[in-house]
């Protein structure tokens, strides 16, 4: 069976400090991957999402990047990280022409 | 553009009373349309998928409608539990098989 991890759950990072956010997905290959990233109350927003290894589209301009090194890896990174990157990040996979995305636990991250 | 709007925002019912939750869309050409559930910090379950040739799909005591003409789509909860107290989010694909468009949830709260 598929599954899907995100670390580290929890962050809390000053202002203009780097991040980085992983994702790993087991149990399946070459699937599409996305980062999200929920404000409080708010509804998901998609960041960025990949068809495959080194293919990032970024969906909203920012101080955030992606990068996928590997098939089942997915990274979400930032230089300097502002209060307004606060948020519930959140990894998915799904398989194209197959509709379902798979969400991952999320990273809640704390920008001070 | 390609919008999903979701109603009520938030509600309040007691627990064992049925609810009705909205979806509307403009996404097209329409491929998909899900229902997730996410719980308080937790990334979002799957709960029914509907492709455009189906009416409605059961899931235990969810059932979701679909009316592609109208492009509705009500998720129904039977005999309300506590653990059904999360928010709800309608989320629609089009025929790329990469774009998710998501609504900003329902958050239902159910009390004894």
């Known amino acids: 069976s598929q599954t899907i991890h995100q670390w580290p759950a929890t962050l809390v990072q000053p202002v203009g400090s780097p991040l980085s956010l992983e994702c790993t997905v087991e149990?399946?290959?070459?699937?599409?991957l996305y980062w999200y990233r929920q404000a409080a109350g708010r509804g998901l927003q998609l960041l960025f999402y990949?068809?495959?290894?080194?293919?990032i589209s970024s969906e909203v301009p920012q101080n955030l990047s992606a990068s996928r090194p590997q098939d089942r890896q997915f990274i979400l990174s930032s230089k300097k990280l502002l209060l307004s990157d606060s948020g519930f990040y959140l990894c998915?996979?799904?398989?194209?022409?197959?509709?379902?995305?798979?969400f991952g636990p999320g990273t809640r991250l704390l920008v001070l | 553009k390609n919008q999903v709007e979701q109603s009520p925002q938030s509600l309040i019912i007691l627990e064992g009373k049925n609810c009705t939750l909205q979806?509307?869309?403009?996404?097209?050409?329409?491929?998909?349309l899900r229902w997730y559930k996410q719980d308080t910090g937790r990334g979002p379950v799957s709960l029914t998928i509907?492709?455009?040739?189906?009416n409605t799909k059961s899931n235990g005591r969810y059932t979701a409608t679909l009316d592609a003409d109208t492009k509705q789509s009500s998720l129904h909860i039977t005999a309300s539990q506590l653990s059904d107290s999360a928010s709800y989010i309608c989320?629609?694909?089009?025929?790329?098989?990469?774009?998710?468009?998501f609504g900003t949830g329902t958050s239902l709260t159910v009390i004894p």
């Open positions: 989320v629609v694909s089009d025929e790329s098989g990469n774009q998710f468009y």
């Open positions: 990949s068809i495959g290894i080194g293919q």
């Open positions: 149990g399946t290959s070459n699937p599409n």
């Open positions: 998915a996979w799904s398989v194209l022409y197959v509709e379902t995305q798979y």
């Open positions: 509907m492709t455009f040739s189906e």
């Open positions: 979806c509307n869309y403009t996404v097209s050409p329409f491929s998909n």
